[in-house]
Antibody, heavy 120, light 106 residues
């Protein structure tokens, strides 16, 4: 079964750090570009980060640039999001999502999400 | 930066009704437009990719059309299990989601 499973969420104080993980199974992880998408409570979807299949190319939303870093370990079928200098507004459910490779780069496989709460 | 305007933000319709949601881009994105369904407490699910292609396993009552700046998502006959929030997403440069449309049963 093709699957993504996130972990690492939790409660953290403003200014703190957290590292999210996403483990892939059921497909050749190293062949796919990957993304992080988040959803604040009661709000819509917000794209956060992109990483190429090799890990050499990364893009970030302006709201997290300079604070979040995406990485991957293809040998471990794993994607990571290092989140530093966390703010209250980073509170959200964070999803990892596979880039389908279609022309429009739709996200065809999603994890179940991991909740991050930034609060004092 | 490209802006995406999705409308309406919510709608209420009866079982069997035809439901239409629109998404407008601020500049030409050719057909780089995707549609997702999200049920409460669940991850989004891809329904339509590249504006008009039905993802494998998705019921044929869902469809998409459009190109350039104007796109439409249609449910031909609304079913109770279609109650969800629907999002458009463009990927011309960096990904951007529309604001979402919450669909309820009247």
């Amino acid at each position: 079964e093709v699957q993504l499973v996130e972990s690492g969420g939790g409660l953290v104080q403003p200014g703190g750090s957290l590292r999210l993980s996403c483990v892939a199974s059921g497909f050749t992880f190293s062949s796919y570009e990957m993304n992080w998408v988040r959803q604040a409570p009661g709000k819509g979807l917000e794209w956060v980060s992109y990483i190429s299949s090799s890990g050499n190319t990364k893009y970030y939303a302006n709201s997290v640039k300079g604070r979040f870093t995406s990485s991957r370990d293809n040998a471990k079928n794993s994607l990571y999001l290092q989140m530093n200098s966390l703010r209250v507004e980073d509170t959200a459910v964070y999803y990892c999502a596979r880039d389908s490779g279609y022309d429009g780069d739709a996200f065809d496989i999603w994890g179940q999400g991991t909740r991050v709460t930034v609060s004092s | 930066d490209i802006q995406m305007t999705q409308s309406p933000s919510s709608l209420s319709a009866s079982t069997g009704d035809r439901v239409t949601i629109t998404c407008q881009a601020s500049q030409d994105i050719t057909n780089y437009l995707n549609w997702y369904q999200q049920k409460p407490g669940k991850a989004p699910k891809l329904l339509i990719y590249d504006a008009s292609n039905l993802e494998t396993g998705v019921p044929s009552r869902f469809s998409g059309s459009g190109s350039g700046t104007d796109f439409t998502f249609t449910i031909s006959s609304l079913q109770p299990e279609d109650i969800a929030t629907y999002y458009c997403q463009q990927y011309d440069t960096l990904p951007l989601f529309g604001g979402g449309t919450k669909v309820e049963i009247k």
